[in-house]
């Protein structure tokens, strides 16, 4: 890998970092590289981003450092990427977070995904006692239950359980925030790797906490609960319908499913992709169906090769219409090009047709499920949404002094795990700086 990093310019105004969304100093770190200072290095890139090791393998590079490259020129940009991956891959192993002194001040984190990951860490490093609550049993949300092992190894999230049990972190897993006082229940953070429901031996379910006994009983309240509420096609036969999944349902357990022999996945996002590389790998004859070109896939374009390569099949401009048992009704499109010369996508009528399939995974995005406010509902805006604060926080009508905060999917909606932690970065500082002046 020294060669590729003798490649890099060391640009002062190094444009890989300007476009990333953390800002990694990459020319300081390729410095350091090519060194052989790679501890140091790791260590700068955690500091930065406590998910280097995550964002390393995930992100979309095209998009951001690799895509930016002043080498790209040339057609021929540095992979920094890879360099990335393997300091940060192999320092996540053995990282350790210094904190300073405890401040007798505690935060709860909703989330236990990527920002609700980072958020704990960072505010952790400033003395500030943190409980994060998550209704998945183990650490890592979408990074464990939707992200396939086979393009993120388990042991980097495992990792950060780790981190959270030997800093003081108490993660509550199996836990759901609710909106009323219902079938609450004790809760205990994470023990040897484990998690508890407050009797020795017992494992399982903890229970519920509502919304608002955490703005009561903390400082301050970080929401980062992902966007795990998938979005339906809202067409005819799809309600109901045994053979119809969707894709966040599946990536969380693919090998409890029946599929049949042919599976339809619908989307074009890297969802999509995981889904239908996953569907593909058990043996199934797997078929991707979007509305635009391959161009227009808003998926990693690496991730769509990928797919490609492995023998999942593409069908361009169709959409979906109707569901039935065991077809799909779908309509053809076409591009047309507008009087402003912008390129839009259209259904031809009277192109209805129906394909076979034994499974149809729905994977058109998803949404935040915000029904967990109860009596604390936030002002909205003109949309009837949270209306969020220039500082990431959310404003209510009552006089608690406990400020609620919000990143990743909570506040952008399904967008990269690179920029959840720079959501979650911002947030964190907005949050130590305004305890720091209570």
């Known amino acids: 890998m020294n060669e590729e990093a003798n490649r890099c310019l060391l640009c002062k105004n190094a444009r890989c970092s300007a476009a990333c969304p953390v800002r990694t100093a ?28 995550i964002t390393s393998q995930v ?7 690799y895509g930016h490259c002043i080498l790209n020129a040339k057609k021929v940009p540095v992979r920094w990427y890879e360099i990335e991956q393997e300091l940060s891959m192999a320092y996540i192993l053995k990282a350790e977070i210094e904190t300073e002194p405890e401040n007798g001040k505690r935060i709860a984190i909703i989330g236990g ?25 183990r650490l890592g949300g979408v990074l464990r239950y939707g992200i396939p092992a086979f393009r993120l190894d388990r042991k ?19 836990i759901r925030i609710s909106s009323s006082d219902s079938e609450l229940l004790p809760v205990s953070p994470i023990s040897d790797g484990k998690m508890k429901d407050g009797q020795d031996g017992d494992y399982g379910i903890c229970g ?4 608002e006994s955490l703005r009561e009983d903390y400082d301050a309240v970080f929401i980062s609960s992902g966007a795990g509420v998938p979005r339906k096609l809202d067409v005819p036969g799809e309600e109901g319908n045994p053979n119809v999944l969707y894709a966040l349902d599946y990536l969380r357990e693919p090998a409890t499913y029946r599929l049949g022999r042919k599976v339809i996945v619908i989307g074009g996002g890297n969802v ?33 090769e990928q797919a490609r390569k492995e023998g999942v099949k593409f069908e361009l401009f169709q959409v979906p219409v109707a569901v039935k048992e065991k077809t799909i009704v779908m309509r053809d499109c076409e591009n047309v090009v507008r009087e402003d010369g912008r390129v839009s996508t259209r259904m031809i009528e009277g192109s209805d047709h129906e394909v076979d399939y034994d499974t149809l995974i729905i994977a058109i995005s998803a949404n935040v499920d915000y029904g967990f406010f109860g009596e604390s509902t936030p002002v909205s805006d003109e949309k009837g ?9 959310l404003t209510f009508d009552d006089d608690k002094k406990c400020k609620v905060f919000v990143a990743g999917d909570f506040l952008l909606g399904p967008k990269t795990v690179v920029e959840a932690v720079a959501s979650a970065k911002t947030a964190a500082d907005n949050i130590d700086n305004q305890l720091r002046k209570s």
């Open 59 to 65: 992100c979309d590079w095209k998009k951001f450092c």
């Open 272 to 304: 999509t992709m995981d889904a239908s590389r996953t569907a593909n790998r058990e043996g199934h004859d797997t078929w991707i169906y979007y509305r635009k070109t391959i161009e227009n896939m808003p998926a990693n374009s690496d991730e769509i």
């Open 385 to 393: 949404m949270p209306a969020v604060n220039s500082d990431q926080s």
């Open 208 to 211: 519920r906490v509502t919304f």
């Open 26 to 53: 990459v020319p300081e770190l390729m410095k350091l590289y090519r060194e052989g200072r790679y501890e140091e290095a790791g260590r700068i890139l955690f500091d930065n981003n406590p998910l280097s090791a």
């Open 156 to 174: 980097h999230i495992d990792a950060y359980e780790r981190i959270f049990l030997e800093s003081g972190i108490a993660f509550h897993g199996d």
């Open 113 to 137: 995904g990527p920002a609700g990951i980072t958020a704990a860490i960072m505010l952790r490093e400033k003395g500030y006692s943190i409980d994060l609550f998550d209704e998945n049993p």
